[in-house]
């Protein structure tokens, strides 16, 4: 995640700005120029002066206050921003109990979808391809005939609405004996559950590495994870995985493997945009003191990326200790993990490079084209 500048007083402001704190004016996030850009108008039509004065009108879920995103302007255009056409089910707006929770987990949506943009990968709705589309369903325990499990299938991620709620996320926490738990952190972990689907699943060469690196997928995933919950994780399981649930099936290895890839990336990219000056190897006075600037997204070799990171994480975990919170990140990178990362890191690459399309009434439409 990058930081914003108002691009009409130079403000510092932040992903989720809805408005200058210094001049005022009206803020949107553009998702095609990857800016926050400040808006002259309205009250519906906005103009963009820092876009050439484009016309835009914020996402539909703006009246509910759970989106800042910006949708072009145009007669019949779809009244959904780019992250939130990929909505299925949201809850009862009219439940300010339900509603808060929601606006929650806009937010830590809207992180992820900033991610899987920056990478272009392909993301299609379901109304633009039914089979490999991405939806989204934000679930109410309390109104839900039968418990609601977070998770995904077949391109459809369900998020309890109680993971929303700081108390309920750290009794599921304590209770599953899980070192992290985190809104974004679902979300980068099914959306993984997704991409196994469309770039690993569908390709023999691909398919034969993951099962050299993660294992072999085969095996009945549900008997896998009532194994994982019934005995305690294998000994000496981090040297291999980078958390005890990667151990319960190679697709769950993978998953893990790709939000945590994200996890780097977007944290990497923070901590650059704020100046933080780190260097891979200690220097002869034990002193970190080089500076992190470059694009992590742009950044192929894992081995880049990773030289930043551990120094990062460290740097990170030790904030969090000198006021009294837990490690950032309770996590070790192996060189096992870190291949497994590399393997991510090359998908994820190699599928941003190309345009990809979806079916169409008049033949395939291009999607994410790289420009």
């Known amino acids: 995640m990058r930081l914003f500048r108002c691009d009409h007083c130079g403000h510092l402001l932040y992903f989720e700005n809805i408005r ?5 004016r009206p803020l949107g996030y553009a998702p095609d120029a990857n800016a926050l850009v ?10 963009a002066p820092f ?26 255009a779809d009244p959904y921003c780019r992250a939130c056409r990929h909505n299925e089910l949201v809850p009862d707006v009219d439940d300010p109990v339900a509603l808060t929770q929601w606006q929650v987990i806009e937010r830590a949506k809207k992180r992820l979808i900033y991610s899987l943009l920056r990478l272009r990968l392909p993301l299609a709705t379901r109304n633009e391809d039914a089979v490999h589309g991405l939806s989204f369903r934000f679930l109410n325990e309390a109104a839900a005939p039968a418990p ?26 304590t209770r599953l004996n899980e070192p992290y738990r985190t809104l974004l952190g679902h979300f980068r972990h099914e959306v993984g559950h997704h991409y196994w689907d469309i770039l690993v699943g569908p390709s023999q060469e691909d398919r034969a590495e993951f099962r050299r690196l993660f294992g072999d997928e ?24 980078i958390s005890a649930y990667a151990t319960a099936h190679p697709w769950e290895d993978f998953a893990e493997t790709f939000a945590h890839y994200l996890h780097v990336v977007d944290t990497t990219e923070m901590a650059a945009a704020f100046g933080v000056r780190l260097r ?72 941003g490079a190309v345009q990809w399309t979806v079916p169409g009434i008049d033949g395939p439409v291009p999607i994410n084209a790289p420009a």
Not at 53 to 72: D, K, R, S, T, Y
Not at 230 to 238: E, K, L, M, V
């Open 20 to 24: 200058c704190e210094r001049c005022g």
């Open 38 to 47: 400040s808006l002259e108008g309205g009250p519906e039509v906005f103009t």
């Open 51 to 76: 876009l050439d004065n484009h016309e835009f009108v914020f996402c539909a879920n703006a009246a509910h206050g759970a989106c800042n995103w910006l949708v072009p302007h145009a007669a019949g």
């Open 148 to 173: 609601v499990l977070t998770g995904h299938e077949s391109g459809i991620i369900t998020i309890a609405l109680a993971e929303a709620d700081d108390a309920a996320r750290e009794y599921r926490r």
């Open 218 to 241: 085969t095996p009945d995933y549900g008997a896998a994870l009532a194994a994982y919950y019934s005995r305690p994780a294998p000994d000496n399981w981090q040297q291999s995985h």
């Open 280 to 351: 891979p190897e200690v220097d002869q006075r034990g002193e970190l003191s080089a500076q992190l600037d470059f694009d992590p997204y742009a950044v192929s070799r894992i081995e880049d990326l990773i030289d930043n990171w551990v120094p990062l994480s460290s740097l990170i975990n030790n904030l969090n200790r000198a006021v009294g919170q837990h490690d950032a990140y309770p996590f070790v990178l192996t060189p096992e993990v870190i291949d497994k990362l590399g393997f991510v890191a090359r998908l994820v690459h190699e599928a």
